[in-house]
């Protein structure tokens, strides 16, 4: 029988050969798959993300009053509104979808009083490279599938130099507007239907929700996650790709077809 990622293969080379354009729709997830902390703040443990951080516990207080930091819940691979959610429970606030979208207008208008979106952020090995070589290709677009609010997530990559890289209009699913991962990879793939679709993630919810959503997912370890978990977390019997980072452009470009 045919992998989950060979059968879209075969299904994109047969729409080909009947002279149908070739599309192909990659989206990346943003922290710890794009970006993460630069060494000197993982050396001293210190908090990283932390504009972002604020950005979120303003919001919370400016809507419910209520002090609450992202730290004092799990907030790995989830989405700014689940994050949200977590934080009002924490501190016995209903997450209505009132207050959840209330929230998140705060936080869409948010700048920092001191510091900048950049601040204690890198671009990972072998990013540039990689968007630099998708960007050049006629038939890719290239998106953002993200636990972000929508404007957090474009201000983080301004700030650190790959903005430009990512197709306009945009193609995206952001988490200020969906509360799960499945339905940001969803979003996106309704924006930009395409022959082909890749998700690249740092996350276990990267890999399930791009399986579940008929998407061929693609790990990587950049994050805080193993390749056994992020393997592990396919909800098909297709074994995702995952690579340590992305600095083999060459070979993460093979395993989407395009080489």
Avoid at 102 to 126: A, C, F, N, S, Y
Avoid at 150 to 155: F, N
């Amino acid at each position: 029988s045919y992998s989950f990622c060979t059968l879209l293969m075969l299904r994109a080379t047969l729409r080909a050969l009947h002279g149908h354009t070739m599309s192909v729709l990659i989206t990346f997830d943003i922290d710890g798959t794009l970006i993460g902390a630069l060494p000197a703040l993982k050396a001293a443990k210190k908090e990283t993300n932390s504009i972002h951080k604020q950005a979120i516990s303003h919001g919370v207080k400016a809507v419910t009053g209520k002090e609450v930091e992202v730290r004092e819940v799990e907030h790995h691979g989830h989405t700014d509104r689940e994050i949200i959610a977590a934080m009002l429970r924490l501190r016995d606030v209903d997450p209505t979808e009132e207050v959840l979208r209330r929230i998140v207008e705060e936080i869409r208008d948010w700048e920092p009083v001191t510091g900048t979106w950049g601040d204690g952020l890198q671009v990972l090995p072998g990013v540039v490279d990689l968007l630099q070589a998708l960007s050049a290709m006629d038939a890719v677009k290239i998106g953002l599938v993200t636990g972000n609010v929508s404007t957090i997530a474009w201000k983080k990559l301004e700030a650190v130099g790959i903005k430009q890289y990512f197709s306009q209009p945009v193609i995206g699913g952001f988490g200020g507007d969906f509360n799960s991962r499945l339905e940001c990879v969803k979003h996106a793939n309704t924006l930009h239907p395409a022959d082909r679709s890749y998700h690249i993630g740092d996350a276990p919810a990267d890999i399930s929700a791009a399986t579940d959503a008929g998407v061929v997912p693609i790990g990587v370890t950049t994050g805080i996650f193993t390749a056994e978990t992020l393997t592990s977390s396919s909800t098909t019997d297709h074994v995702p790709a995952v690579f340590q980072d992305l600095t083999d452009t060459k070979a993460v470009l093979r395993v989407m077809g395009l080489i």
